[in-house]
């Protein structure tokens, strides 16, 4: 017979303690409980639990100091704070402590029992830890610093910013948390903010309901609910303009959603993870970006280095591309060591992403399956200002360097907004007659 998944239960209220462990016992779990800290750690010395919820105003102590007692000593113990309603400064400091997640009272007994079942998933068995490593390539300090991030947050249900230059890995990094977390099974869903018109932006996220207006010609859910029990990943979400913002604050905060024409708001169960290559402190900073809505979206930071912060993974990196492109198409080939060491010389404005479509582009171009110097086309010099001494850098030919300065912007701008050309030309500030001029100019259209 398998063992009863135990709760420890901390609260000095006699009739929230009878309510929590009544709840958890129908759900076929063991409690124990506590009337402050003392207790909860005499407990936590005597037997294992699978989760500790906790109040956060305790008669010796506070929440915040038992989720630190077990963070340090019981890191494997998922610990959900209670706090007052309205206590949210309270809440977000739990979570930034270490927290699993957070109630509020008078507590919801249906999202009671959700958070439970979500964070006894922990202890399910999940993937091999090596599904990481074999996709998040690299073995320099950053790497591996990141890995740790990674398998530490993907335990919590806490809000996380993703910051790092474009083309960093930052959707990776994502879903890499989701996975790794107990919400692992359920839906991983991942939205451009960038790419969605703003008058579709409502019903994007939110869903609508069949007649709300015109061209509704049936009910649609939005990404919302489509996430529902798993995660939101919200990539260039410094994108989204003013008025969404305030409504996907409300969203966050209230944990419901009110589709487009309908009448009645619906409780979710969503995690909601962002991402920007922006500096998100100043776009707040410069007024274009809700300070509220930062707080509650910045509860944890997650930077993803960039490539010339770990310029001894290009090797590995590079391998791994080709491989992957010999695989596809069964003809192998090699990276000449003259050609490697201009990749490790390369400023890579575009991080890991443009490393791929370099590869890619030069192993279709190359000749005898050997990728030389002259097949990656990059430029002779690295780019101003990137010098070991911080002098101009040589530039043989100023208008062809100025031009594959342009050529890169602009396809870094298609790819973050899936090729849509007018929400491309919008994020380099063109007009899209300029931005179908310049793409005939070089060869893109």
Not at 75 to 93: F, H, K, R
Not at 380 to 387: H, I, K, R, S
Request: proline share 5%; aromatic share 4%.
């Amino acid at each position: 017979m398998t063992a009863r998944q135990r709760a420890l239960i901390v609260d000095d209220e006699p009739d929230i303690r009878e309510l929590l462990e009544i709840t958890l016992g129908r759900m076929k779990l063991d409690t124990r409980s506590a009337r402050n800290v003392k207790e909860a750690r005499e407990w936590l010395a005597r037997e294992p639990f699978d989760l500790c919820l906790t109040d956060m105003r305790l008669p010796d102590g506070t929440g915040q100091d038992l989720v630190q007692y077990i963070q340090q000593r019981h890191p494997q113990v998922p610990v959900a704070m209670i706090t007052a309603y309205g206590s949210l400064d309270t809440a977000i400091n739990a979570l930034k402590a270490g927290a699993f997640d957070f109630l509020t009272k008078p507590v919801d007994l249906a999202r009671l029992r959700e958070l439970v079942a979500t964070a006894l998933r922990l202890h399910a068995p999940g993937n091999d830890p090596a599904s990481v490593d074999e996709r998040l390539i690299g073995d320099s300090p950053p790497m591996r610093t990141l890995r740790k991030q990674i398998e530490k947050l993907a335990r919590s249900q806490a809000p996380v910013y993703i910051s790092g230059e474009s083309g960093t890995g930052k959707e990776l990094v994502a879903r890499l948390i989701h996975e790794r977390g107990p919400r692992g099974e359920q839906p991983f869903v991942p939205v451009n903010c960038g790419a969605i018109p703003s008058e579709l932006m409502e019903s994007e996220f939110f869903g609508h309901r069949k007649g709300s207006f015109t061209g509704a010609i049936e009910d649609k859910l939005g990404l919302f609910q489509t996430a529902n029990g798993g995660t939101l990943f919200l990539d260039e979400v410094a994108d989204l303009p003013l008025p969404m913002q305030v409504k996907l604050l409300r969203a966050i905060q209230e944990k419901a959603v009110r589709a487009v024409g309908g009448q009645q708001e619906v409780v979710l169960d969503v995690r909601v993870l962002c991402a920007t290559h922006k500096d998100l402190a100043a776009e707040v900073a410069a007024g274009r970006f809700r300070q509220d809505l930062y707080y509650r979206l910045n509860v944890i930071e997650l930077r993803v280095p960039s490539l010339r912060e770990r310029r001894e993974d290009i090797p590995q990196l590079a391998t791994n591309v080709l491989n992957q492109l010999a695989a596809a198409s069964s003809q192998p080939a090699t990276l000449h060591g003259e050609a490697l060491e201009k990749l490790k010389s390369y400023r890579f404005p575009g991080n890991v992403r443009e490393l791929e479509n370099m590869l890619e582009r030069a192993y279709t171009l190359c000749e005898d399956d050997q990728i030389r110097p002259e097949d990656l086309r990059l430029a002779e010099a690295p780019v101003a200002g990137d010098t070991a001494d911080g002098s101009l850098a040589q530039v043989d030919n100023l208008e062809d360097h100025l031009e594959e300065i342009e050529r890169k912007l602009i396809m870094q701008a298609l790819e973050e907004t899936r090729w849509n050309r007018t929400a491309a030309a919008q994020r380099l500030g063109l007009t899209f007659r300029s931005m179908r001029y310049r793409l005939k100019k070089l060869g893109l259209d």
